[in-house]
């Protein structure tokens, strides 16, 4: 198995990027806690839970294009045979995981 590449990886972009989309969900998040609260229309709050689904399956790919970008072409360009296939098997382990 690889080892895990510290956040401190992830390219000042794709940082920035994933930090606002996950501001955005929290306050949606808090937005859909209240409307349960409140007793709001079921309906009203699946199309809100809808919302956060779709915006963290945003975030999720902001993090796998950096993985594949940064994480995964470092591994492969690195000349180091046994690292290259150590990281096809986890990019392979990562498709089927997120393939669903």
Known sequence: MVKAVPLEVISVEHKADALVRLRRIEGQVKGVQKMVEEGRYCVEILQQLASVQEALRGVTKT?????????V?????????A???DMHDEVMRVIFKFAK
């Open 73 to 81: 072409t470092t591994a492969l360009r690195s000349g180091d045979g």
């Open 63 to 71: 993090v796998m294009r950096n993985y594949l970008e940064n994480c």
């Open 83 to 85: 690292a290259a296939k």
